[in-house]
């Protein structure tokens, strides 16, 4: 249907434009979010009137303010900006259902779930890309890692404390698995410990290092984001002025990974795979 088509190229459109820009000012322009809701409304109402249904403006609001409602979930919890929730839920009420594609979820779980999965893939890709141009994260990294080695290795040890006792229950009284397949387990739980135990090390470090610059308070503009700061939005220009005038001479501003790209990323994915989680999950 052409109608779906045109809400399609929108929320692609949008998505992208609002990726670039984040990405080169760390903010998302909220007209961009708000014009994609207001072409999603008016175009999930003509598809209701073109079909005889309610259905499809029902399923707009339905699903746009739904995602709305956990985008800011994250934004008080201080885990995305204002922007990212803004977008999430402009593609929710653009496409609140597209037929094309074969998902054993419906079109809005899929991207839900897409989201996430490809935003995982992607924050790793730019905490690693950032660290490759700020070399002071991998000294940092490699010093920290030193420090928490024991840590590391006490939990290790109770893992595999853990697993020598589990392995005795399961071979020896249910006799459920083999003492073969109880150390292939037992590689993978060790081998995935280590693995979360150094990228969680090594997101601290690109948080502290990475994210966080003190600077001159002349140097304050409008859009930064104090460190002290609970939630991801920027100063306003009357609050840059406020904290120039109150005598402060330095303060500490931080970033985050510029999430918008995540949008258009998963939105293709959608697109083209479907539920990426079942898709991986079958080739495993």
């Known amino acids: 249907m052409l109608l779906e088509t045109l809400l399609l190229i929108t929320a692609f459109t949008g998505s992208i434009l609002a990726g670039i820009i984040d990405l080169k000012t760390t903010e998302i322009p909220d007209e961009i979010p708000y014009v994609m809701a207001g072409i999603g409304i008016i175009g999930n109402l003509v598809k209701s009137y073109l079909l005889g249904t309610y259905t499809p403006i029902l399923l707009s609001f339905l699903v746009g303010l739904l995602f709305l409602g956990f985008g800011f979930l994250l934004y008080f919890t201080g885990q995305w900006g204002g922007g990212d929730a803004k977008l999430l839920s402009a593609i929710g009420f653009l496409l609140p259902q597209y037929p094309a594609v074969k998902s054993f979820f419906p079109f809005p779980m899929s991207f839900f779930f897409n989201?996430?999965?490809?935003?995982?893939?992607?924050?790793?890709?730019?905490?690693?890309?950032?660290?490759?141009?700020?070399?002071?994260?991998?000294?940092?990294?490699?010093?920290?890692?030193?420090?928490?080695?024991?840590?590391?290795?006490?939990?290790?040890?109770?893992?595999?404390?853990?697993?020598?006792?589990?392995?005795?229950?399961?071979?020896?009284?249910?006799?459920?698995?083999?003492?073969?397949?109880?150390?292939?387990?037992?590689?993978?739980?060790?081998?995935?410990?280590?693995?979360?135990?150094?990228?969680?090390?090594?997101?601290?470090?690109?948080?502290?290092?990475?994210?966080?610059?003190?600077?001159?308070?002349?140097?304050?503009?409008?859009?930064?984001?104090?460190?002290?700061?609970?939630?991801?939005?920027?100063?306003?220009?009357?609050?840059?002025?406020?904290?120039?005038?109150?005598?402060?001479?330095?303060?500490?501003?931080?970033?985050?990974?510029?999430?918008?790209?995540?949008?258009?990323?998963?939105?293709?994915?959608t697109i083209l795979l479907g539920d990426i989680v079942v898709w991986v999950v079958g080739l495993v």
Do not use: C, H
């Open 115 to 269: 989201v996430f999965f490809v935003g995982s893939v992607y924050m790793i890709g730019y905490i690693l890309v950032m660290s490759f141009f700020n070399r002071k994260i991998w000294t940092q990294f490699i010093g920290d890692f030193k420090a928490s080695a024991r840590e590391l290795l006490l939990l290790n040890l109770g893992i595999v404390i853990f697993l020598v006792l589990f392995g005795i229950f399961t071979v020896n009284y249910l006799q459920i698995v083999s003492v073969n397949e109880m150390l292939v387990f037992g590689s993978i739980v060790i081998g995935l410990t280590v693995g979360l135990f150094t990228l969680w090390r090594f997101g601290k470090t690109v948080e502290v290092v990475g994210f966080k610059r003190k600077i001159k308070v002349s140097e304050l503009k409008e859009g930064d984001v104090l460190d002290e700061s609970k939630l991801w939005e920027g100063l306003t220009k009357e609050q840059v002025k406020k904290i120039k005038k109150s005598g402060k001479k330095t303060a500490v501003i931080k970033e985050g990974v510029r999430f918008a790209p995540t949008f258009a990323l998963a939105l293709l994915v």
